[in-house]
């Protein structure tokens, strides 16, 4: 690990600006299996494991164990799984007073996963469908006093929109996810965000690009069909081949750091926490972007999401070891 990615990830723990997360909360249902089960096939698996998810809820406890300030906003039921994911979140640093408690069961996930890391997920949303633009507006005052708000698809669109104009409005970074992928966001979404994160596999549907390689794709070109679509500044993840940042009419390739991957589940999410963590504390996007190769490769050595992130230390010490 490169000093500067050292010092910059040390500086997180105990950095000032702070961070509001609006998105999910799942309890992830998760089995290791040999293979992905194909159509109509049944594959024997592991033992169930239960463990904390849903992407807002990842990315806000990605960003906490790192040092950040973070405020969690979304909803859960009132069931075992509501303590559980709440109980989580506490143990991670996230501030959750502000977390409604809805009728009915919490969000939930089904992952399985095989040996090489890879997964297969089916979202059920349960209590994330309830929170409500209204919900958003009236903790508009916690919103105003972040540095940074991150945002992914999981919750209804109508909070999420609610969510970003309340940020942009009182001078928020806002960061979203476009995850669920929609390829035709509404236009008063994009108007109030100010970063867009996407993965290799949206960036042509997005784009109208016509090839989905993205060892193909001209980032020039690329840089100009963001701008036109309403994004100058951007970041694509690229799984094992780490990033493209786009800002400032210009794009930058962040190498991934090789791991030999145990699950992939939550990766992502990781990333963004690391991004939100890195633009609360004052770095550049490039400079989180490059931060979050590192923690989100240490994600994916270990089984489940939330339960696989480290912190500053741990993340620094794994990528010490033999230096």
């Not at 972040?146 to 109508?158: I, Q």
């Not at 400032?248 to 699950?263: E, I, L, P, Y």
Request: with cysteine.
């Amino acid at each position: 690990m490169p000093v500067a990615i050292r010092e910059r990830l040390r500086s997180l723990e105990g950095a000032r600006g702070s961070i509001v997360v609006v998105g999910s909360m799942n309890a992830d249902y998760t089995v290791a299996a040999k293979h992905l089960p194909a159509p109509g096939e049944t594959v024997s698996g592991g033992s169930l494991k239960i463990l904390p998810g849903g992407k807002g809820s990842n990315q806000a406890s990605a960003a906490a164990r790192l040092g950040a300030q973070v405020c969690m906003l979304g909803a859960v039921g009132e069931d075992d799984n509501a303590n559980f994911l709440l109980r989580k979140l506490d143990e991670a640093g996230v501030d959750t007073a502000e977390i409604l408690h809805e009728e009915g069961v919490s969000g939930t996930t089904i992952i399985t996963v095989d040996p090489e890391g890879k997964n297969t997920i089916v979202y059920s949303p349960g209590s994330n469908a309830k929170v409500s633009a209204g919900y958003v507006q009236s903790h508009q005052d916690v919103i105003a006093e972040a540095k940074v708000l991150g945002l992914c698809l999981e919750s209804p669109l109508a909070t999420v929109i609610a969510a970003a104009q309340t940020g942009h409005e009182a001078g928020v970074t806002v960061l979203l996810n476009d995850s669920p992928f929609i390829d035709e966001l509404p236009h008063e979404l994009i108007e109030a965000v100010d970063i867009l994160l996407v993965s290799q596999h949206e960036v042509a549907q997005l784009l109208g690009m016509p090839d989905e390689d993205v060892s193909t794709i001209d980032w020039f070109d690329a840089v100009s069909r963001f701008e036109d679509y309403g994004f100058d500044r951007v970041v694509v993840t690229l799984g094992a081949s780490g990033s493209i940042v786009i800002e400032n009419g210009n794009w930058h390739r962040v190498s991934a750091v090789q791991v030999k991957s145990v699950d992939a589940t939550g990766c992502i999410d990781s990333f963004m926490g690391t991004v939100l963590a890195g633009l609360a504390a004052g770095y550049t996007l490039l400079q989180s972007a490059q931060m979050g190769s590192y923690v989100s490769a240490y994600a994916a050595t270990k089984l489940g999401a939330q339960s696989a992130y480290g912190s500053a230390t741990e993340v620094i010490n794994y990528f010490s070891d033999g230096e």
